[in-house]
T-cell receptor
């Protein structure tokens, strides 16, 4: 069945280490997104990609990097430059459109804890 | 600059009664609005949406109302059920707002349905 998968569900890393979060979708969606959720702050956009081999910074891109080599995959790397990396990370995808109306589908999320 | 605001962090409602969740926005370029429901440690799931050409959209127990002049939308759940207990996010999108593919999310409202 179609959907978005994120792995792992829980991830622990030592401070100063880079870590890569996986996001895969088989919905044939063109656009993919990474969000971060912190308590009381809703969802904040880190990076997004509207097409393969292209991506743009979101509102809080500092300390993160992404790649979009395949339509199905949009991995997020949390680098050691990210000052507060402990958070719940959500990946989403949507059908590309030009009309502004859109609906994003979300994966189950990855809880990253940096020790 | 919070373009989408949910001013009530939490709401408690008796089972069977109506739940009303509110959302305000500041950018008049938004023309499509969505509500997502999120359980702890899971990704948000799409609930209902409304285009700016409408003022009401209904889907079963869920109704979204849009007041463009006030830049306000609300989600009504009636009757409320225990399974409705979750965090609800309001989101907005529109052509030309930082790119047509982006959603702007509110901070979320935690709804608790009491038996």
């Amino acid at each position: 069945d179609g959907g978005i998968t994120q792995s792992p569900k829980y991830l622990f890393r030592k401070e100063g280490q880079n870590v890569t979060l996986s996001c895969e979708q088989n919905l044939n969606h063109d656009a993919m997104y990474w969000y971060r959720q912190d308590p009381g702050q809703g969802l904040r956009l880190i990076y997004y990609s509207q097409i393969v081999n292209d991506f743009q910074k979101g509102d809080i891109a500092e300390g993160y990097s992404v790649s979009r080599e395949k339509k199905e995959s949009f991995p997020l790397t949390v680098t050691s430059a990210q000052k507060n990396p402990t958070a719940f990370y959500l990946c989403a995808s949507s059908i590309a459109n030009s009309g502004g109306a859109m609906k994003q589908f979300f994966g189950p999320g990855t809880r990253l804890t940096v020790l | 600059d919070q373009q989408v605001k949910q001013n009530s962090p939490s709401l408690s409602v008796q089972e069977g009664r109506i739940s009303i969740l509110n959302c305000d926005y500041t950018n008049s370029m938004f023309d499509y609005f969505l509500w997502y429901k999120k359980y702890p440690a899971e990704g948000p799931t799409f609930l209902i949406s409304i285009s700016s050409i409408k003022d009401k959209n209904e889907d079963g127990r869920f109704t979204v109302f849009l007041n463009k002049s006030a830049k306000h939308l609300s989600l009504h759940i009636v009757p409320s059920q225990p399974g409705d207990s979750a965090v609800y996010f309001c989101a907005a999108s529109g052509l030309g707002i930082q790119g047509a593919q982006k959603l702007v999310f509110g901070q979320g409202t935690r709804l608790t349905i009491n038996p």
